[in-house]
């Protein structure tokens, strides 16, 4: 079956743009996680979302939004980029959450 | 908020010799999930535990949940250069168990 698939897988964007990141869970899977990787902080959980619903929320600035569709799929926003937001985003998927994740191959994000 | 600490950071080891990784959390967990990442790729899930001092093994991987419940360790042996990664612990916290991950034991092998 069809893993879990992000796109796009590169990025390069200027501060003070918003960029938007697409994540297509295994199908059947209903818990979407987000994670922002970085070197220094390693895996930062971004949100959850189950059923189009957000269930859990990181410490992130209301910046960084999120959304789930009905098929599941999810996207990512981040607003007003800041140069500290170059990272890898990752995309998760489970049946329920809680247990474990398969991963997408991740979003590399510059912000220039 | 809970927190999951990994240690050691950083390990090298010579092809052929074990390497451990130990994972604590400040608070009692439902289950313990490992994780590996090769440079440049994504997590990989390896395997999760759900019992109190369950031990499983998949090759030469060996995987320990604590009795408590909130300690984990995966033990290699005989490290081999495919081994080569970040190895992630991870457990369920918080409402609707949001998974928080350790920041990772990064193993580099020496031919």
């Known amino acids: 079956k069809a893993g879990v698939t992000q796109t796009p897988r590169y990025l390069i964007k200027t501060r003070g743009q918003q960029v938007t990141l697409s994540c297509s869970p295994i199908?059947?899977?209903?818990?979407v996680s987000w994670y922002q990787q970085t070197p220094g902080q390693g895996l930062q959980f971004l949100f959850e979302?189950?059923?189009?619903?957000?269930?859990n929320k990181g410490n992130f600035p209301g910046r960084f939004s999120g959304r789930q569709f009905s098929n599941s799929r999810s996207e990512m926003n981040v607003s007003t980029l800041e140069l500290g937001d170059s990272a890898l985003y990752l995309c998760?998927?489970?049946?329920?959450?809680?247990?474990?994740?398969?991963f997408g191959s991740g979003t590399r994000l510059t912000v220039v | 908020g809970q927190q999951v600490m990994q240690i050691p950071q950083y390990q090298h080891v010579q092809e052929g010799e074990d390497f451990t990784t130990y994972c604590n959390s400040s608070?009692?967990?439902?289950?313990i999930q490992w994780y590996k990442q090769r440079p440049g790729g994504h997590p990989v899930f390896l395997i999760q535990?759900?019992?109190?001092?369950e031990v499983k093994k998949q090759k030469r991987l060996t995987f320990q949940f604590g009795e408590a419940k909130k300690n984990s360790s995966l033990h290699i042996t005989a490290t081999q250069t495919t081994d080569v990664g970040t190895y992630f612990c991870?457990?369920?916290?918080?409402?609707?168990?949001?998974?928080?991950f350790g920041k990772g034991t990064r193993l580099h092998i020496l031919p």
């Open positions: 608070t009692t967990l439902s289950n």
């Open positions: 991870a457990g369920p916290g918080g409402a609707y168990d949001k998974i928080i």
């Open positions: 199908s059947g899977h209903r818990s």
């Open positions: 998760a998927s489970s049946w329920t959450g809680g247990y474990g994740y398969t």
């Open positions: 979302y189950f059923s189009e619903t957000q269930r």
């Open positions: 535990l759900v019992k109190s001092g």
